[in-house]
């Protein structure tokens, strides 16, 4: 090799020493870590994003830094989403190598493993799981620690395509940009701070980053409505409102409500009156009148609800006789809530059961009515295909195919009760704001129920359009 110049020799000196000054840094950040405290997860936290920020490249400046770069905190990391992660456990399988490892969950039933919660990450961490024993399955995130190498294709060979290629977001090829895994396993039991699980398809030592409870009614297609259900309810319903021929009265008086510090609304029917969000001003008229005729209302939505909730089940029963026998292992029917045999731990015939609260949470769903103001506000929005040269100064929907769908949609968010439990039972204000693909939205709750007050297209979509 010929020997360097001085200018460049200057320069490998320089570099040597600086590489000689970071080794230091790394070390004594290294036996900080070691003697960090056990179960002190922010420190390791700090700790660990210091000793990466030495050693790797000092980010432009002028640029956003690249996904590799170090970030300033933990905080920022997270923003730029880039996470160190800590795995909170490592399985022990009955698989040992990826050679015969199950290629899914559902292949092998008695694929038995251990996950033990580590108290790095929890001081007690058998606490983490209080509550998990109520489900028969679990989402198990992990990593695919033995990939071999970190590289990944666009295009992959999945085994059972014999050879050809398909995009990587269509398999589940462990070789993927970020090597994370996804199984629904199941879960036997817990003992302590340990899970023992069965229908797994990995290796032992594999780091688990993430549990989650499986939820039919979230993680199954099948248990979903889709948003043309939605909306077909929705239609239902309003058909029903026509039919009984009743409207909500509005008061038309300036009845000021600012001493209204009750919190029992029971009887509060209210119309908006101002139109204004920050001058919102909510008059409340009592009347037995309109008490029968919010209860006859509520008999006849009953009616049609009980109606359609009867459809849907009956037409989930039909689906989840007729799917495919592969499509019926990939996701464990939903218990019968009568079912009392007991259930084969895999097959078939095995069933998914939840916990309690999710069914019948101790919070119940909400009524969720529109004022007429703001039903014209939102019959006012754009589907997103339309177009033409009147409809220029009219507000247009980005996501949302109709008001219709938009209707459907306020009404999901708002029956589930959006608000936090603070809100919900400490708060006084009772109006809630929020926004909606091109509209800001804001109602007011009242007891078991949730107004629309108004539909306003979002500032900035007004100025861009
Ligand atoms: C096709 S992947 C599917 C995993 C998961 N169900 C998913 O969809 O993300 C399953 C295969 O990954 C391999 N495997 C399992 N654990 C692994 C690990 N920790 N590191 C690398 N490969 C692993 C095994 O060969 C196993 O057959």
């Not at 409809?391 to 608000?419: Q, Y």
Request: aromatic content about 6%; charged content about 25%; proline content about 7%.
């Amino acid at each position: 090799m010929s020997p360097l110049c001085d200018c460049c020799g200057e320069h490998v000196n320089k570099l040597n020493q600086q590489i000689s000054v970071m080794r230091k840094e790394i070390k004594n950040l290294r036996q900080m870590l070691a003697s960090a405290v056990r179960g002190h997860r922010k420190h390791m936290l700090s700790i660990q994003s210091a000793v990466s920020k030495i050693g790797l490249c000092e980010p432009d400046k002028d640029q956003t830094p690249p996904p590799c770069s170090p970030a300033a905190s933990p905080q920022a990391a997270l923003e730029r989403g880039n996470i160190q992660t800590l795995p909170i456990g490592y399985i022990t399988s009955c698989f040992s190598v990826k050679n015969g490892t199950p290629r899914q969950p559902t292949i092998c039933g008695p694929s038995r493993a251990e996950l033990r919660i580590q108290q790095s990450v929890f001081n007690n961490p058998e606490h983490a799981l209080v509550g998990l024993e109520q489900y028969s399955h679990v989402w198990i995130i992990f990593l695919f620690h033995k990939n071999g190498h970190l590289s990944y294709k666009a295009k992959v060979k999945p085994p059972r395509l014999n050879g050809q290629r398909v995009g990587v977001y269509s398999t589940r090829s462990p070789h993927r940009p970020n090597a994370l895994g996804l199984t629904l396993a199941r879960l036997d039991r817990i003992v302590g701070d340990t899970i023992h699980l069965s229908n797994i398809d990995m290796i032992a030592g594999t780091p688990v980053l993430d549990i989650k409870p499986y939820i039919p009614e979230y993680d199954n297609p099948d248990s979903r409505m889709s948003s043309d259900e939605t909306t077909d309810i929705l239609n239902l319903q309003k058909d029903c409102d026509d039919q009984s021929g009743l409207k909500l009265e509005r008061s038309d008086d300036d009845d000021d409500d600012d001493d209204d510090d009750d919190d029992d609304d029971d009887d509060d029917f209210c119309s908006f009156l101002s139109t204004d969000k920050s001058e919102a001003d909510i008059s409340v008229t009592d009347s037995s009148q309109l008490v029968s005729a919010q209860f006859s209302l509520h008999k006849d939505l009953n009616d049609v609800l009980e109606a359609v909730e009867a459809y849907v089940t009956q037409r989930d029963l039909c689906q989840l006789s007729c799917a495919r026998e592969d499509e019926v292992s990939h996701s464990p029917k939903t218990r019968p809530p009568d079912a009392t045999v007991d259930h084969p731990c895999y097959g078939e015939g095995a069933y998914s059961t939840i916990a309690g609260w999710i069914r019948q949470p101790p919070v119940s769903s909400l009524e969720v009515r529109f004022t007429p103001q703001a039903e014209r506000e939102l019959a006012d929005f754009l589907p997103t295909h339309l177009s033409g040269p009147s409809e220029r100064d009219r507000p247009r929907f980005k996501f949302l195919r109709s008001p219709e769908e938009a209707a459907a949609a306020i009404t999901g968010v708002l029956s589930a009760d959006p608000r936090s439990v603070y809100r919900r039972t400490r708060c006084r204000d009772r109006l809630f704001f929020f926004t909606l693909d091109t509209a800001d939205i804001t109602c007011w709750f009242g007891q078991g129920f949730a107004e629309v007050l108004q539909v306003r297209p979002v500032e900035q979509h007004i100025a861009s359009m």
